[in-house]
């Protein structure tokens, strides 16, 4: 099992900037992806932003060009830069671990709230 603790959320203005962090702990080996996901109040959770164990990245059309994964894989940690915030990115962003070849997540945090607004 893989436990994830995020951090950076919080408010901001418009065209602002933040950046969330992902710390992975456990069976960190045995993780194929490590990516972001975000859900705003009643609206499905959303993928954001992920990256591969080969370093191997995809982001969300929404966020093409603003946003930023990354992955510090000496500090097993992974990153969401985000870049001119816009009041549609309001969320709880949640960082996710994939430990199967599917890609899809089997391991969430407990979600980083990030509002943008005037």
């Known amino acids: 099992q893989v436990q994830l603790q995020e951090s950076g959320g919080g408010s901001v203005q418009p065209g602002g900037s933040l950046r969330l962090s992902c710390a992975a702990s456990?069976?960190?080996?045995?993780?194929?992806?490590l990516g972001w996901y975000r859900q705003a109040p009643g609206r499905e959770r959303d993928m954001v932003a992920t990256?591969?164990?080969?370093?191997?990245?995809k982001y969300a059309d929404s966020v093409k060009g603003r946003f930023t994964i990354s992955r510090d894989y000496s500090k097993n940690r992974v990153y969401l830069q985000m870049n001119n915030l816009k009041p549609e990115d309001t969320a709880v962003y949640y960082c996710s671990a994939a430990r199967d070849s599917t890609g899809s997540p089997t391991d969430w945090g407990q979600g980083t709230q990030v509002t943008v607004s005037s």
């Open positions: 990256s591969t164990r080969l370093g191997s990245t």
């Open positions: 456990g069976s960190i080996s045995s993780i194929n992806v």
